[in-house]
C-alpha cells in the first residue's frame, strides 16, 4: 500500500528557509499528483503546492507564490518542498498527499487518496 511520510519542519524565523521532504513508496506514482497541504491550529486543512509526478508540471495558492517550490525525485521517490521568506503566518502542520487519478480539481483535499502524518513548522517573529 501507498505511504507518505514528512519530515523536515522545525522551529525558524521570519525571513527564513526550510526544506520539507516526503518519502512515498509502494507504487511507481506514475500518473499521480503529489501535494502539500497544512493546517494551522483552529483552522481548516488548506492547499499549498501540487506537482504531476511524471510531468512536473506544478500548482501553487497564491499565499505562498514565488516563495515556495515543489519538486519531485522520481529515482527516489521523494517529494519536496522549499520553503522560503517564511512568514510567521505559514507557521502550521504540513501534509504530504498523493492523488492516484488526477482531476481538475487539484487543491482540493477530498480528491486525494493518501495522507502523510505530518510535520510541524513553526515560524517565529
Known amino acids: 500500500q501507498v505511504q507518505l511520510v514528512e519530515s523536515g519542519g522545525g522551529l525558524v524565523q521570519a525571513g527564513g528557509s526550510l526544506r520539507l521532504s516526503c518519502a512515498a513508496s509502494?507504487?511507481?506514482?506514475?500518473?499521480?499528483?503529489m501535494a502539500w497541504f497544512r493546517q494551522a491550529p483552529g483552522k481548516e486543512r488548506e492547499f499549498v503546492t501540487a506537482?504531476?509526478?511524471?510531468?512536473?508540471?506544478?500548482f501553487y495558492a497564491a499565499s505562498v507564490k514565488g516563495r515556495f517550490t515543489i519538486s519531485r525525485d522520481n529515482a527516489k521517490n521523494t517529494l519536496y518542498l522549499q520553503m522560503n521568506s517564511l512568514k510567521p503566518e505559514d507557521t502550521a502542520v504540513y501534509y504530504c498527499?498523493?492523488?492516484?487519478?488526477?482531476?481538475?480539481?487539484?487543491?482540493?483535499?477530498?480528491?486525494?487518496?493518501?495522507w502523510g502524518r505530518g510535520t510541524q513548522v513553526t515560524v517565529s517573529s
Open positions: 498527499a498523493a492523488d492516484r487519478s488526477p482531476n481538475p480539481g487539484f487543491s482540493r483535499g477530498g480528491y486525494y487518496d493518501y
Open positions: 506537482i504531476n509526478w511524471s510531468s512536473g508540471t506544478t
Open positions: 509502494g507504487s511507481t506514482f506514475s500518473g499521480y499528483r
